[in-house]
């Protein structure tokens, strides 16, 4: 599966959305990807998650323990891609503003790969990591649905990214005039 088999996907759903969007990062874009429109249809998900689990299994050699997924973006596509690798899939949550991992232990030198949705920043990933890392556990690498940053956000770890596709994103008072013009809207997760 290609970047653009990805986006056709997101397309077919009406996952891809244009306006002028805060996302969870804080940049502005024209463009935002509702992965909720694509996660609400189990075939389309299944999809997406075997891809992203078949270039998991390519790409990180000696298997993994676990998949992580941050809440609440990271939890279906983790749950998914897990179901595919055949590892239990667990999750982190906020508490105070930083990821803990409420429900679950983990062993000293588990092997996980933390799966996110879509990554702009890569914060949720690295703020997932700092909390494996506290509890011992070996993060192999980090996987996503899409890329946004096309391969330019550094988590700490190996990104694999089923689809890299680049939309424009920019600080809030480095807008282009054309998205200025139009109200701000926040549909994403992170606040939650």
């Given amino acids: ?7 056709d996907i997101f397309r077919e759903a009406g996952a891809v959305l244009e306006g002028h969007f805060i996302l969870t990062s804080g940049l502005r874009s024209p463009v935002f990807l509702q992965k909720a429109r694509v996660f609400m249809h189990a075939d389309k998900t299944e999809k997406l998650c075997r891809a992203l689990a078949d270039k998991i299994r390519a790409e990180v050699p000696g298997g993994i323990d676990y998949v992580v997924g941050p809440a609440i973006g990271g939890l279906i596509p983790a749950y998914e891609t897990s179901r595919h690798l055949g590892v239990p899939a667990i999750w982190v949550e906020r508490e105070n503003g930083k990821f803990r991992l409420r429900r679950f232990e983990i062993e000293k030198g588990a092997r996980v790969v933390i799966v996110e949705d879509i990554v702009t920043t890569g914060l949720s ?3 997932t990591i700092e909390c494996l890392h506290d509890l011992g556990a070996e993060v192999a690498a980090a996987a996503c649905i899409i890329d946004r940053s096309a391969g330019k956000t550094d988590v700490g770890v190996p990104l694999i990214a089923l689809a890299e596709y680049e939309v424009p994103a920019y600080a809030a008072d480095q807008l282009p005039p054309e998205l200025a013009r139009i109200p701000a809207i926040k549909p994403g997760s992170r606040n939650i």
């Fill in 1 to 7: 599966m290609n970047t653009s088999d990805v986006i």
């Fill in 125 to 127: 990933i690295r703020e």
